[in-house]
């Protein structure tokens, strides 16, 4: 476990941006309210404003360092019900829904291709926040919670710690002493939240007194809980549930594709675009 002295010494960026490197390559929460997770408010119109700083890697016995994880999930709905689960290759494991949007993928049918991509799984990231301000609940500020987002505002961390100008420095966002404040920034474009507008601040510590910033530290959440393969159906029980949502007994089906020999764009990823909508959509979908 890394010590706080330890932790300020820890200036490099090296360990995120080979994470980054590696999730680039590809790699083959639950419904009930959990009050450790933080969420902006938007106003009528649906916009909204925040400020959060991403913290560092929490004290957690058995924690891998990485101050986040990544989660797929599946939300859609067949003729059988809803289908709403987590998706095994969040853990790193083969994953039939998956495997049958690869087939449908696969199978040169366009029709096929639709459905595929209305199945698709949900990319959405959770760390560790302390939140700075927030109008709408004031009592959130100086608190640590959990924060679940998409694509689109890692994507904003991602540049940070890999600028892509050279006139521009990185950035590791999480680090306590030389990371920014993040200026949450939310719009309502076409009835999604909107997160274009977002941006990191300049570069501060998150308190200037750093017996302040341990006790930050060690009020951090655990984050390899949302990866427990526990809290995962196994493969045969998901398998069962997509046929009966589906309908897929005795229904001839596509030709299967292996994912792995296939290749990543088998697994129909979300788009950049539409990420951030999918983890909205999928958030309305756990609420019902």
């Not at 990866?227 to 005795?250: C, H, I, M, Q």
Request: net charge negative.
């Amino acid at each position: 476990m890394v010590d706080f002295k330890s932790l300020k010494a820890k200036s490099s960026t090296d360990k995120l941006t080979k994470a980054l490197e590696s999730m680039s390559k590809g790699q083959s929460g639950g419904n009930s309210k959990d009050d450790r997770l933080w969420s902006p408010e938007v106003d009528k119109a649906g916009n909204g404003y925040a400020v959060i700083r991403f913290l560092d890697s929490p004290q957690v016995d058995g924690e891998d360092g990485m101050p986040w994880v990544q989660v797929f999930n599946h939300g859609f709905q067949g003729p059988g019900g809803w289908l709403i689960e987590n998706c095994l290759t969040s853990i790193n494991q083969k994953c039939p829904v998956c495997e049958h949007n690869s087939s449908l993928w696969n199978s040169g049918v366009e029709t096929n291709k639709e459905i595929a991509r209305k199945q698709k799984r949900k990319l959405s990231y959770i760390a560790n926040i302390l939140v700075v301000k927030d109008a709408a609940h004031p009592e959130n500020e100086g608190k640590v919670f959990l924060f679940k987002f998409g694509k689109k505002i890692f994507d904003k961390i991602k540049e940070k710690l890999e600028p892509q100008f050279e006139d521009e420095k990185s950035v590791n966002p999480f680090n306590f002493w030389q990371g920014a404040n993040f200026k949450l920034k939310i719009r309502n474009v076409e009835g999604y939240r909107n997160y274009d507008k977002s941006e990191f601040d300049v570069v501060s510590p998150v308190d200037e007194d750093d017996n302040k910033i341990e006790k930050i530290w060690k009020s951090e959440h655990s984050l390899k809980e949302f990866l427990n393969p526990k809290d995962f159906k196994s493969y045969d029980e998901l398998k069962t549930k997509l046929e009966r949502v589906l309908n897929l007994a005795g229904a001839s089906k596509p030709r299967h594709v292996n994912v792995e020999e296939a290749g990543e764009e088998a697994i129909v990823e979300p788009s950049l675009e539409e990420d951030d909508d999918n983890l909205s959509y999928f958030n309305k979908l756990a609420a019902e």
